[in-house]
């Protein structure tokens, strides 16, 4: 089973700051993503990334960078938070495209 | 904008019945449509997928049957049990491509 952790499980900050969630991969896999999870929106994809330095933007990148140092790990930035990314954000991984992909267990995120 | 829609947006059935949950595309180019399910405070998890190769996928209980002139898709559990409550989401990708795009859900109680 593959295995995806993310940190930290809950965040609060405040309007205008500076957010970085992280997200790590154990699996060897080549593909991981950034989801937020909103009622009545499903999942929505922020960045995505095919191995270490490759960064593709997703559907709703606006406010958010993302950076894959490495194989395993995937960060999420967020510079200038706002209460409009009050949010749960899952990250993602897969061996290859179309493939079975591997949640972890998610970051509450609140901005104030 | 490509668009995974679901209806109905929630479904009670109770238990041992067939319940039946919606979806339907725009995209012509969408040939990968997995089915994740998501437990109340738990991550998605891959549950069914199907390819435009085959009408019909079949894993226990659960069936997917695709048309493809319609670009519609529905996935039928029978014989439900309490424990298939959650939210379904059907979610479709482009040809070539990482992407996933997912609806926005469908949640399901299944009462004893």
Same mark, same amino acid.
């Given at each position: 089973e593959a295995a995806v952790t993310q940190s930290p499980r809950n965040k609060v900050t405040v309007t205008g700051g500076n957010v970085t969630l992280s997200c790590r991969q154990t699996n060897s896999h080549n593909y991981m993503y950034w989801y937020r999870q909103d009622t009545g929106h499903g999942l929505r994809l922020i960045h995505y990334s095919y191995g270490a330095g490759n960064l593709q933007i997703g559907d709703v990148p606006d406010g958010y960078k993302a950076t894959r140092t490495t194989q395993?790990?995937?960060?999420?930035?967020?510079?200038l938070a706002s209460p409009s990314q009050t949010s749960l954000y899952f990250c993602a991984s897969s061996e290859t495209d179309q493939d079975t992909q591997y949640f972890g267990p998610g970051t509450r995120l609140l901005v104030l | 904008q490509q668009q995974v829609r679901?209806?109905?947006?929630?479904?009670?059935?109770w238990e041992g019945e067939t319940a039946i949950l919606n979806c339907s595309y725009e995209d012509s180019t969408f040939d990968y449509f997995p089915w994740y399910?998501? /437990?109340?405070?738990?991550?998605p998890a891959l549950l069914i997928a199907i390819r435009p190769v085959s009408n019909k996928k079949? !894993?226990?209980? /659960?069936?997917?049957? /695709?048309n493809k002139r319609e670009k519609k898709l529905s996935l039928?559990? =029978?014989?439900?049990?309490?424990? !298939?409550?959650? =939210?379904? /989401?059907c979610a479709a990708s482009p040809s070539g491509s990482w992407q996933l795009i997912f609806g926005s859900g469908t949640q399901l109680t299944v009462m004893p």
């Open positions: 395993e790990d995937f960060f999420l930035l967020l510079e | 679901q209806s109905p947006q929630s479904l009670t059935v399910w998501q /437990f109340p405070r738990e991550s079949e !894993d226990g209980r /659960f069936t997917i049957f /695709f039928h559990i =029978t014989d439900s049990q309490p424990g !298939d409550s959650a =939210t379904y /989401f």
